[in-house]
């Protein structure tokens, strides 16, 4: 099994910055891919960005990285707007084909509001 632990998430003004970050621990291949994904209220669960193990940041408005080392990943968000509130859901997916497996964190909210 897999456990994922967020952190980071809050309220924040239109414009500014909020940095999340997700743990990983127990039985974790060195092959895999972690994510973030977030939820709207009223709407479907959709993919942010992901980074495989060994990978290097994305860079963008959203920044994701992550530390090997630590197993844990990191989204950096800048220039937040009223339409990036959700919730954040980390994702960690390993194994292939019937061995495949995906494991989520418990979200952590962010609201961007004036």
């Known amino acids: 099994q897999v456990q994922l632990v967020e952190s980071g998430g809050g309220l924040v003004q239109p414009g500014g910055s909020l940095r999340l970050s997700c743990a990983a621990s127990?039985?974790?291949?060195?092959?895999?891919?972690m994510g973030w994904y977030r939820q709207a209220p009223g709407k479907q669960r959709d993919l942010v960005a992901s980074?495989?193990a060994g990978g290097t940041s994305v860079k963008g408005r959203f920044t994701i990285s992550r530390d090997n080392g630590k197993n844990t990943v990191y989204l950096q968000m800048n220039s937040l707007k009223p339409e990036d509130t959700a919730i954040y859901y980390c994702?960690?997916?390993?194994?292939?084909?019937?061995?495949?497996?995906?494991?989520w964190g418990q979200g952590t909210q962010v609201t961007v509001s004036s």
């Open positions: 994702n960690l997916r390993q194994g292939i084909g019937a061995y495949a497996a995906d494991y």
């Open positions: 127990g039985s974790i291949f060195s092959i895999n891919v």
């Open positions: 980074i495989p």
